[in-house]
């Protein structure tokens, strides 16, 4: 009876798959992530495991991905101070209340709403810069067109009108960069997420 078990244990044994006991492994040394022999770059970070040439091209493309990645944050926080700065020009307006002017609480209540927008967006744009951006973006240029085109020609033909059509193009230049540089970020982590 116990000679037939071993019979039967051995049969069972023979059926099963072989186990491989040893896998060969290299450490890499850019992330000390363990790797099989025979790959060339690493799983976990892509650096490459047997080839010096390529580790020198690894390092050269990270050092250009850091500085891409730093002109995009320097882009998106130009960009939201240009919004903290305009919420804070805008917010002084709710004084209009005590002028004489006869639509002195709607001018009130637009600067307010106005500089209440501008640090909402400013404040936003620390966790997604990108949407941010472009919604102040899209709020500045269709602000500036009507304020441009309902005074069509003071803009164009007084002092005044130029000055303001030179620093409204400067501010919609500053929030475009910060919509580019957002987008940018925003690429750059998904490309991180894909090789996670």
Partial sequence: ???AKKISAKKINHLLPA???????????HCNYVN????????????????????????????????LLYQAESAVVAARIILYVM???????????FSGNSVKYLIAMLALV?????????????????????TAFIILI?????NIFGKLKQSFTTTEGLIGILICTAILFIILKGVQ???????????????M
């Fill in 36 to 67: 099989k022999t025979d790959y060339s770059f690493c799983t976990n970070c892509g650096y490459p495991l047997h080839d010096a040439v390529l580790a020198d091209n690894y390092f050269k493309l990270l050092k250009e991905k850091k500085q």
């Fill in 19 to 29: 186990i491989q006991r040893r896998i060969s492994t290299e450490i890499c040394s």
């Fill in 181 to 195: 540089g957002a987008h940018r970020i925003a690429l750059m982590k998904q490309e991180l997420q894909t090789k």
């Fill in 114 to 134: 106005m500089s209440c927008l501008f640090f909402f967006l400013a404040f936003w744009s620390r966790n997604n810069p990108l949407p941010a951006m472009l």
């Fill in 1 to 3: 009876m116990h000679s």
């Fill in 142 to 146: 269709t602000f500036s067109a009507i």
């Fill in 87 to 97: 919420g804070a020009f805008l917010l002084p307006g709710i004084f209009f209340v």
